[in-house]
């Protein structure tokens, strides 16, 4: 439950972590993770939804594929177009990515569409596994990283968007989000008590 501070300050701790205080004592937050969480569960819905929008390429980019990938891409197609991608085939064994999730980070095209066809080769996972592996595979490559500086806005939003997810305290992968530190652990650290 949030108990954030109305207008309360919030600073970047090495471009990684978002600090602020809350009625209780600290809270840090791991602004990869959390990106992460928020794109995670708008992709989820997404795919049940409308979908993501795309953004045309300047530069389409031609994808190789081995016999394997390309035999199974039609599997994973929907899902891909769902989250953004405008793919067709060229060929017997290429692809030419026209467009791409618009909040993916440029250039990271190629390494999703194989990690996820992959997947799809290793495991022939049931549906809802696939959206699952698609939704986490795409947050990951698209959140911001630690070490991206962010301004007070950005800072804001992404705590903001946070907490109005379903799940905020945990990754899709379970890595967790949030440290709490109250007042009476500081106390003890500083030895108050």
Same mark, same amino acid.
């Given at each position: 439950?949030?108990?954030?501070?109305?207008?309360?300050?919030?600073?970047?701790?090495?471009?990684?972590?978002?600090?602020?205080?809350?009625?209780?004592?600290?809270?840090?937050?791991?602004?990869?993770?959390?990106?992460?969480?928020?794109?995670?569960?708008?992709?989820?819905?997404?795919?049940?939804?409308?979908?993501?929008?795309?953004?045309?390429?300047?530069?389409?980019?031609?994808?190789?594929?081995?016999?394997?990938?390309? @035999?199974?891409?039609?599997?994973?197609?929907?899902?891909?177009?769902?989250? !953004?991608? @405008?793919?067709?085939?060229?060929?017997?064994?290429?692809?030419?990515?026209?467009?791409?999730?618009?909040?993916?980070?440029?250039?990271?095209?190629?390494?999703?569409?194989?990690?996820?066809?992959?997947?799809?080769?290793?495991?022939?996972?049931?549906?809802? @596994?696939?959206?699952?592996?698609?939704?986490?595979?795409?947050?990951?490559? @698209?959140?911001?990283?630690? !070490?991206?500086?962010?301004?007070?806005?950005?800072?804001?939003?992404?705590?903001?968007?946070?907490?109005?997810?379903?799940?905020?305290?945990?990754?899709?992968?379970?890595?967790?989000?949030?440290?709490?530190?109250?007042?009476?652990?500081?106390?003890?650290?500083?030895?108050?008590?």
């Amino acid at each position: 439950k949030r108990e954030l501070i109305e207008d309360n300050e919030i600073w970047q701790l090495h471009n990684k972590y978002l600090v602020t205080e809350i009625k209780t004592g600290l809270l840090v937050i791991d602004q990869h993770v959390a990106h992460e969480r928020i794109l995670y569960e708008k992709t989820i819905d997404a795919i049940d939804g409308e979908g993501l929008p795309s953004q045309a390429l300047l530069f389409p980019k031609t994808i190789s594929l081995s016999d394997k990938e390309f @035999s199974v891409l039609e599997d994973i197609l929907f899902y891909l177009e769902k989250i !953004g991608f @405008s793919i067709r085939k060229f060929g017997d064994s290429e692809i030419i990515v026209d467009g791409a999730p618009s909040e993916l980070r440029w250039g990271n095209e190629e390494t999703i569409i194989k990690e996820l066809l992959a997947l799809k080769i290793k495991s022939k996972e049931v549906r809802s @596994s696939v959206i699952d592996y698609v939704a986490a595979s795409y947050s990951c490559h @698209s959140a911001i990283k630690a !070490g991206d500086p962010l301004e007070k806005f950005e800072m804001k939003n992404l705590i903001d968007k946070l907490f109005s997810t379903r799940q905020p305290y945990y990754c899709p992968h379970g890595r967790p989000i949030i440290l709490n530190l109250s007042v009476d652990e500081l106390d003890k650290k500083f030895e108050r008590v």
